[in-house]
């Protein structure tokens, strides 16, 4: 029997014992648990073989939650918040003391968000206390954007993936931290940095080196399909060296002619970086499931989403 379900009341029930659900946002597909149980946040790790010294984001259903979990708010904070949430946009404060060090690495910050997704706000707000929700996918592979995606990884483990759909942006959060009160980018991602820009003036984006401890969202490898992919800005060239085997084709518009080619997904034909990026991960689970030899990628433009693309399609590439 199928563990998708629309049934909100189920999965507040089970949230309330102790046991994980998946749940919808506009990102990705999260494996949720209750942020005060110790049972639950373990089984979260434990699910994903994520390892404990990579934090995880709480999720709450409104700005007025934030006070509960954040001991200081920066001014920069609060106008984010009040552009961006409920949104796509992840905020990395000074951490209250009721917040688990397990939620947080043991580090004295905390990463939060309010969700966009009507479901997911109507679960939040049914239940006492917030969510700890990573990405419902094993450490390191593609995230899920669809309730089968999770289906596929977890129907013997967890209880229910909570049905809202496919996520209509389709990448990870963009993460921000503060240094003193000033916002900095932790991870790129479904908030373009010109619209963070737009709100708080100019924002350096630090690399995984300068943010401790280094974090999924940070590794080189993460977001990976099993068949080796290729990221490249000169398609036919990766090709040729390829010549004869089964080749698969990931491209942002325009469709690449050669009849040597296996698959071929074409991300947004219009050329509209929020429709490729809603698409991505479903293409790269397409792809992956299709036993090709590798996957040739194409370099996305490096502005807005373009950016917060080609940093998962990099991180897609990487051999250990
Ligand atoms: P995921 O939920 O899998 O998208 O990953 C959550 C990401 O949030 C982690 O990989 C970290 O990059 C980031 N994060 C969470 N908490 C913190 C924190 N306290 N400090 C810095 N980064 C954090
Ligand atoms: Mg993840």
Not at 97 to 106: F, H, K, Q, V, Y
């Amino acid at each position: 029997m199928s563990i998708i379900s629309k049934d909100i009341q189920q999965a507040a029930k089970l949230l309330s014992n102790d046991q994980l659900v998946a749940i919808p946002t506009e990102t990705v597909y999260g494996l949720a648990g209750n942020i005060y149980s110790e049972k639950a946040v373990k089984l979260i790790f434990e699910t994903k073989k994520r390892p404990f010294f990579n934090p995880l984001i709480v999720h709450i259903p409104s700005i007025d939650a934030l006070e509960s979990i954040v001991s200081h708010i920066p001014e920069k904070a609060r106008l984010l918040a009040d552009a961006f949430w409920p949104g796509s946009m992840t905020m990395v404060l000074k951490k209250q003391t009721c917040i688990p060090d397990l939620i947080t690495a043991g580090k004295n910050t905390v990463a939060v968000r309010v969700p966009k997704h009507p479901i997911t706000l109507e679960l939040l707000k049914a239940l006492s206390f917030p969510l700890a929700a990573p990405s419902a996918n094993p450490f390191g592979s593609i995230s899920p954007t669809k309730p089968e995606h999770v289906e596929r990884y977890f129907k013997d483990t967890i209880g229910q993936v909570l049905d809202g759909g496919p996520c209509a942006n389709g990448i990870e959060s963009t993460i921000i931290g503060f240094e003193g009160n000033e916002p900095v980018i932790y991870r790129l991602g479904a908030l373009a940095i010109e619209d963070i820009e737009a709100v708080v003036g100019k924002v350096a984006i630090r690399n995984k080196k300068e943010i401790s401890p280094d974090a999924p969202g940070m590794l080189d490898r993460h977001y990976a399909p099993t068949t080796q992919t290729f990221l490249t800005d000169n398609i036919s060239e990766v090709i040729r060296i390829h010549g004869g085997k089964r080749i698969g084709i990931l491209v942002f518009k325009t469709e690449v002619n050669d009849a040597s080619v296996t698959s071929q997904i074409i991300l947004s034909k219009e050329g509209d970086l929020s429709e490729a990026a809603s698409k991505l991960y479903d293409a790269m689970h397409d792809l992956d499931r299709q036993e090709l030899d590798l996957i040739i990628a194409e370099q996305f433009p490096d502005y807005g989403l373009g950016k917060s693309i080609n940093d998962r399609l990099k991180r897609a590439t990487f051999r250990s």
